[in-house]
């Protein structure tokens, strides 16, 4: 668990430019090793270049428009974040919503409510 934990403190020190709805550091925290260091690795792409990663609609009754997605341990799991048009004031390029599985649109329903 220490490991997981010094693991994301590290990413989140490095991924000064967005920032994190609270509950993905829980959404962080239920990953496994190697799939924790995936989304990681990931998180630091959505740093350097918030714009990657496919855009999202309004599907399935979950109106995630603005929104985008990264794949990440094959296609099973997703990160879905949205981008800022101009930096905040803290110079914060976009917000992570969710880290989770696809499965039954898991990480989709929980970025809607959270942003909601």
Known sequence: MIQKI???REVFEQCTQIEY???VLLDLL???GSVLR???NRLKKINNTPYCGEELQDK???DLSGCR???FDGT???IVWEPYKEPTQHGSIAKIWSVGPRKSEDAYRRA???RG
Do not use: P, Q, T, V
Request: some cysteine; proline content about 0%; aromatic content about 12%.
């Open 6 to 8: 010094d693991l994301i």
């Open 76 to 78: 099973r799991m997703r």
């Open 30 to 32: 239920s990953l496994d």
């Open 69 to 71: 997605k990264e794949y």
């Open 21 to 23: 709805a609270e509950e």
């Open 60 to 62: 399935y009754g979950i």
């Open 112 to 114: 809607f409510k959270r």
């Open 38 to 40: 995936e989304a990681c």
